[in-house]
């Protein structure tokens, strides 16, 4: 049985969790990461290996696999429905189904990816999430958030305490000294052809 520290994991894990996968399973959003990945990969080559954070059913993983076909793939989920369509996508054997908190980064891989939950994560534990990231990263890190200069909370879909916005690519650049940034970008929700919901991602590099 999963274990709780945060409102927001309990959020995530149950019936708005549910919904969200719903929300999230088409052909276009899967066509707008490829151009988002394309990108925001442009400047680290091929990866053989990549862990996400919070991958839901995989959608981004999907593209990435698209992108580079032998890629390596595992992912951190906390919701029970998602993790058990993602482990028919990249095996069970590759999916920690429980929250980002409890896993134990033992296995390395080139990439660490989160992309949409960092703002979602309770802000005392962000430090911890930040060294999970750090842990299971041979090489890079891909941070896609939402981005703010300072840290603000928003309401999201109704709900208090739930989105949080800051510069979580900057946290982990100060408490990580051999991090440099390689590369960053903007994906625009009103792009009229691959839109993203406003999501800036920087790609930090191990020195």
């Known amino acids: ?66 992108l580079f076909p032998n890629i390596q793939l595992a992912g951190v989920e906390i919701n029970k429905n998602a993790a058990v369509a993602l482990a028919e996508f990249i095996g069970g054997e590759n999916v920690f189904n429980g929250s980002i908190f409890e896993y134990d980064p033992v296995k390395k891989y080139d990439v660490s990816l ?48 739930r989105l949080f916005k800051r510069d979580f690519a900057g946290e982990l650049l100060e408490m990580y000294d051999d991090l440099e940034l390689v590369d960053y970008g903007f994906a625009y929700k009103r792009d009229k052809s691959f839109p993203q919901d406003d999501i800036t991602w920087f790609l930090l590099e191990k020195k």
């Open 1 to 66: 049985m999963i274990t709780y520290q945060t409102e927001q994991e309990k959020f995530w894990a149950g019936a708005f969790g549910n919904e969200y996968i719903s929300r999230n399973k088409s052909d276009e959003y899967l066509a707008s990461n490829l151009n988002f990945f394309s990108k925001a990969f442009n400047q680290l080559g091929r990866p053989n290996s990549l862990i996400e954070f919070g991958p839901n059913v995989g959608m981004n993983l999907r593209a990435i696999k698209l």
């Open 114 to 161: 989160i992309k949409g939950v960092l703002i979602h994560i309770n802000p005392d534990m962000l430090k911890t999430v930040y060294e999970k990231l750090y842990l299971s990263s041979r090489k890079y890190i891909l941070v896609c958030e939402y981005y703010n200069p300072s840290p603000v909370t928003v309401r999201y879909r109704g709900h208090e305490d």
